[in-house]
């Protein structure tokens, strides 16, 4: 499923007269501003909601356990809208619909002074709506912040905290889907499958060269960057490959790495330097930024492929051209860029030993579903004031 189409197509919300020029930020994927101003919040909660384990990720959300309400007394949920290019998929708000009332942005900016009373969480879908300081302003009895994802690098967390809102992601149920991509595109550069298909397919193809060879996964050495629950996941698909398999983390596992023979490298040079194959599964932090540089690179062995599937800002991306183009590294693959898509005019996108995808690493049927699931299940807690089972803590 692709993601987001060119941002030059988006285009403004209509606004009604003496409305603020809200509407096009909270549209467009910006990082929002920064600031501390701190606001108390009191809202009167008449109805309450269960939630208890089960699915999306151990969890599962259960219909409300009392009398159905009118939706007039569900509390309401800011979404950025619904359908279209950039709006929640209809039937992830048909879910949110049986525990909120649904406001799109449009209708908040047609009717701020009435919808902001009844607020009480904000769904991000995709990194919409923009979350920042004009609109927490505007949200007196906002108290949640359910982020579909676990990427939160697009939330200033230390900003939403001042003003009393709590945010959350969805870890559990990105987890498989985002190992399956890693896997995907490790098979996918080492057996060159891209320049394959377009070589099957051209009509200039006369015969198959048999000096046209990729390299083997199996039994190859695996460098994990980042042991978290996707990187684990990661790890135990490896181990089905026969894989060797490094990983570098801040704190050794050696939980996970005893279930999966995994070898801890205290250093990630040692890891760099070993690894056929570097697979980047970090979040992205101040201290991660641009994590994989020149220097980086340049410990890789020459016939190494990097792969990334966390965040584009993780790797110095004129250090990552310069390396395949000068042929410092044998090839890459990633989900993910910086930014997002690409300027079509990028050198990345002219280089024929790279393979990129455009964030697709969550974009399955069942992991849409189940990131709304367990963001609702999220949401709901924070509501009913119950253990938040995956809140996202500013550092």
Not at 39 to 58: C, E, F, L
Not at 323 to 335: C, P
């Amino acid at each position: 499923m692709l993601r987001s189409k060119a941002f030059s197509l988006l285009k403004p919300i209509p606004l009604m007269s003496g409305q603020s020029n809200l509407a096009y930020k909270f549209i467009r994927p910006a990082i929002a501003s920064h600031g501390h101003c701190c606001h108390r919040r009191s809202v009167d909660y008449r109805q309450r909601y269960k939630t208890h384990p089960g699915s999306a990720g151990g969890r599962t959300i259960s219909a409300p356990q009392t009398k159905v309400m009118a939706e007039e007394e569900l509390p309401g949920v800011l979404i950025l809208d619904i359908g279209g290019t950039h709006g929640v998929l209809e039937n992830l708000a048909a879910l949110l619909k049986k525990h909120f009332r649904l406001i799109t942005m449009k209708e908040f900016l047609q009717n701020k002074k009435e919808m902001s009373k009844k607020i009480q969480a904000v769904f991000v879908f995709e990194c919409r709506p923009i979350i920042d300081r004009e609109l927490l302003e505007s949200l007196p009895n906002l108290k949640v912040i359910g982020n579909s994802g676990v990427g939160v690098d697009h939330l200033d967390l230390k900003m939403i905290s001042s003003f009393g809102v709590k945010v959350t992601n969805t870890p559990h149920a990105v987890a498989d889907s985002t190992a399956d991509i890693g896997m995907a595109l490790m098979l996918a550069s080492a057996r060159r499958l891209v320049e394959g298909c377009q070589i099957a397919v051209s009509p200039d193809t006369k015969y198959f060269a048999v000096d046209w060879l990729g390299v083997e996964v199996t039994r190859a050495t695996l460098g994990i960057i980042g042991m978290g629950s996707i990187g684990y996941r990661v790890a135990q698909r490896a181990r089905a490959f026969d894989m060797r398999i490094l990983y570098h983390n801040r704190n050794r596992r050696k939980e996970e790495e005893e279930a999966v023979g995994a070898h801890y490298c205290e250093k990630m040079e040692d890891l760099l330097q070993q690894s056929d194959f570097v697979m980047v599964v970090v979040s992205l932090t101040p201290e991660t930024h641009k994590l994989i540089g020149k220097k980086e690179l340049g410990l890789m062995k020459p016939t190494a492929t990097l792969i990334n599937i966390s965040r584009g800002a993780v790797i110095d991306q004129d250090a990552l051209v310069e390396a395949l183009q000068s042929k410092v590294i044998r090839a890459a693959a990633l989900d993910v860029t910086y930014p997002e898509p690409l300027p079509r005019d990028h050198p990345l996108l002219k280089l024929n030993n790279i393979i990129i995808t455009p964030h697709i690493g969550t974009a399955t049927v069942q992991a849409i579903r189940m990131m709304a699931e367990e963001a609702i299940t999220n949401m709901l807690a924070v509501l009913n004031g119950q253990p938040i089972p995956s809140e996202v803590f500013p550092k």
